[in-house]
């Protein structure tokens, strides 16, 4: 079913009864030409385009728990590409414009807000940092700008501008970013891949990668043995063990990152503001909670929960910022399981084995990149090239000194 | 993830006395050894869900480094050791 005003409106007269499931739930077939583990918004994504752009179209995802149940859902739902490294910047662009169309794409109302994503300096050091950066996304075409300490007070009056330790002297604004609805997301591109004809399949774990003379013949799930052609992973917390299973050997550690949403206000925070003093991130959901996180927790784990002492130090990072923040009460937080690679960038590639893909190592920006990861391991798997703009993020980019550590802390993954 | 670590030399601390450094489990190369050797030790992790080995530095303490035998996905700490004891007891 095609979305419109009018099917609302001619659903609104039937009493909403007469809405179709947004995709099938199919049996497994036992043979698919490519099969994607990880029913995630990559995964779901590049199924969504391996379809639609590359005409593949025998396609199975395979999702362990149900759909949106890991970190797409999981996020703060922060989409930007206000990177520096020319290795990151022109991928995260390619995403952004991506965005930029998604929902005429996929007929889905995914709720992109275009409020602009602010990142806050306080020194004049920080401020040189802003200028760089800023200059990097302008050499990739990409509008950034600098606001001044008394035009942000304009346009962000409540923050807490003379703080001692960390005075606000201005930010780096990008217009363009914003957020988007992460379930609509998955969900979208779920019913965008099931109409042109991928199978997606909740509730099946893949146990193991079956092999055949360093080919994969298939996968071993809890619905029973599937065969496929190719096979590509986009398991994100989970890589290493599904990368296990075929011997992978991939430079990644898991790691939880919690988040968190406050009681609905009334509209207060017009734009996405990222604290320069420490790692801090908030914003406004269209329900009105603020929506806020901070660094990862430092221990690596697969707990899908977090620490409270990370709890109390992203909301002293919150309350140094703004204030005010203290006398909201905090609803719920949640967390999800980071591939925190070892240069903090993602990996899109090949691997040794001739017809088994990898995407992983998103560390926690992994959900602004879905539309372009989506693409890009799409070109990947049917063209066995990779897109120019995920070229960079090769697996053996480590052993041949082609790092891109946007953070610069080396191969620390919990410091990224 | 349980918020007590029991240093061998400072007795049960919060865990925000420690600086979490890693894999406890990698084996350092010798000097010479070959570019792929240096290269898995550095940047390639086993990654374990369940039992793992870490080091961490008691920071806000002793200051020694430590061995904390976790599970990744439970967070019980199963066992704590000084790094340098258990270098010994593994013959490194």
Redesign the interface.
Known sequence: MRYSAFSIFRNALSGNLTWKSQWRKPEPKPHYDVIIVGGGGHGLAAAYYLAKEFGIRNVAVLEKGYLGSGNVGRNTTIVRSNYMLAGNEPFYEFSMKLWEGLEQELNYNVMLSQRGVIMLYHSDGQRDAYIRRGNAMWMEGVAAELIERDALKKMIPFLNYDNARYPILGGLLQRRAGTARHDAVAWGYARGADRHGVDVIEHCEVTAIRRDGGRVTGVETTRGFIGCGKLALAAAGNSSQVGQMADLKLPLESYVLQAFVTEGLKPCIDHVIVYGGGHFYISQSDKGGLVFGGAIDGYSSYAQRGNLATAEHVMEEGVSMIPGLSRVRVLRSWAGIMDMSMDGSPIVDRTPIDNLYVNAGWCYGGFKATPASGYCFAHLIARNDAHPVARPFRLDRFARGYAIDEAGVGPQPNLH | ?A?LITCPHCGVR???EF??R??ASLMRPAPMAS??AW??Y??????P?GR?F?HWQHAAGCRRFLVVE?D????EVHSVTDGAVLATRSGR
Do not use: Q
């Open positions: 993830m918020s919060p865990k925000e600086t979490i890693g894999d570019e792929e290269h898995d550095v940047y390639v992790r086993a990654n869900r793992s870490e976790r990744t996905l439970t967070h």
